[in-house]
């Protein structure tokens, strides 16, 4: 079986072709990073004009790469949510049209399960059950998996995710959008052990984050403390250290809790190397193994789409050409339908 995938969820336009014999044959991405710096973050009515103009050209280049023609593809998977209502109807509307048009099935697909079966494109994709570390945008949450489509959420931010704390953090030190990746820079020359900033509710029980009053703390130190740009560096060192011990110590309790041996980070911040670094260290130390997949299936990217779209026509989900979108859509509720659909 040959899945398009179509990903418009936010800022980044992903089409990819995924086989199920021959795995991934295409993978075409554009980023609208250059629009939207000039505003410090991500404006949706442009977004979703950008994604009218991109994502056309992207099918057929995902095409033209797997060599291949529409009446080749088998079904098509596109991100129903959660996302920019906007945006997610871009991809919608192309998907559910062209499946018309070529009478094959199209299937909505939850964009966070998405990003926590990423790991699956990797050659040596761990085996179940794991807990899943999901840092992706606006969702940070702990995730014990023992299988496709048997997910439990054991703890999420209760306020401003990981990847939300990093780019406003990165804006207070007056660094451009998006903000993650240059912090990440700005910190590898920061004095470690200069700061010491709050590490958010270690001391509650629990698998619980948040990390709003981390960056309120650091805005007070940045209006005082900022006298050069090895101050910005020292700075943007201890809110890393802050933000990597943190989920270290929560992602310790998750294993702890389950007994698992298996720990996948997942979402754009998984990227991180101060992260992953640190992570390879506490499972080593803990006998266990850490996986995470290459930097460009951290961030949003259309062939987790054509992947998670496939097992779902192929194993679960019901087809139609209904076009709706959800801004907001918890995971639990996709288990949930998981369960319902296998029960049918």
């Known amino acids: 079986?040959?899945?398009?995938?179509?990903?418009?969820?936010?800022?980044?336009?992903?089409?990819?072709?995924?086989?199920?014999?021959?795995?991934?044959?295409?993978?075409?991405?554009?980023?609208?990073?250059?629009?939207?710096?000039?505003?410090?973050?991500?404006?949706?009515?442009?977004a979703s004009r950008d994604h009218v103009r991109a994502i056309i050209p992207l099918i057929y280049a995902a095409l033209s790469?797997?060599?291949?023609?529409?009446?080749?593809?088998?079904?098509?998977?596109?991100?129903a949510g959660p996302g920019l209502?906007?945006?997610?109807?871009?991809?919608?509307?192309?998907?559910?049209?062209?499946?018309?048009?070529?009478?094959?099935?199209?299937?909505?697909?939850?964009?966070?399960?998405?990003?926590?079966?990423?790991?699956?494109?990797?050659?040596?994709?761990?085996?179940?059950?794991f807990i899943t570390?999901?840092?992706?945008?606006?969702?940070?949450?702990?995730?014990?998996?023992?299988?496709?489509g048997k997910y439990k959420l054991l703890g999420e931010s209760v306020d401003d995710a990981v990847g939300e704390a990093f780019d406003k953090v990165a804006k207070l030190l007056g660094l451009s959008y998006p903000g993650g990746p240059l912090?990440?820079?700005?910190?590898?020359?920061?004095?470690?052990?200069?700061?010491?900033?709050?590490?958010?509710?270690?001391?509650r029980p629990g698998l619980t984050f948040s990390f709003s009053g981390l960056k309120t703390f650091i805005s007070k130190m940045v209006n005082t403390n900022i006298k050069n740009q090895q101050d910005r560096a020292d700075i943007a060192r201890g809110f890393e250290e802050a933000i990597v011990e943190t989920l270290l110590i929560k992602c310790n309790r998750a294993l702890d809790l389950t007994g698992f041996h298996r720990l996948v980070l997942a979402g754009g911040v998984a990227a991180n190397q101060s992260l992953r670094n640190n992570?390879?260290?506490?499972?080593r130390k803990r006998g266990g193994k850490v996986f995470y997949p290459c930097p460009k299936f951290c961030t949003d990217n259309g062939a987790m789409i054509a992947y998670t779209g496939m097992l779902r026509i192929q194993n679960w989900s019901k087809t139609d050409l209904t076009i709706s979108v959800r801004s907001r859509w918890p995971l639990e509720d996709l288990s949930s339908s998981i369960t319902s659909s296998l029960e049918d």
């Open 1 to 46: 079986m040959r899945v398009l995938g179509i990903e418009t969820s936010c800022d980044e336009t992903g089409v990819a072709i995924f086989d199920s014999q021959q795995g991934l044959l295409a993978n075409q991405l554009y980023s609208q990073i250059k629009i939207h710096a000039n505003y410090g973050g991500v404006v949706p009515e442009l």
């Open 65 to 79: 790469e797997a060599n291949l023609q529409t009446s080749d593809i088998d079904g098509i998977a596109y991100t």
């Open 85 to 129: 209502v906007g945006a997610l109807m871009i991809g919608a509307t192309v998907s559910c049209s062209l499946a018309y048009a070529l009478e094959i099935p199209a299937i909505a697909v939850h964009h966070m399960e998405g990003h926590l079966l990423s790991i699956m494109l990797e050659k040596n994709p761990p085996e179940f059950p």
């Open 133 to 148: 570390l999901l840092i992706s945008g606006a969702h940070t949450q702990l995730i014990a998996v023992t299988g496709i």
């Open 183 to 203: 912090l990440e820079d700005l910190a590898k020359h920061g004095a470690p052990g200069r700061y010491k900033f709050p590490r958010p509710m270690i001391n």
């Open 279 to 283: 992570m390879n260290e506490m499972m």
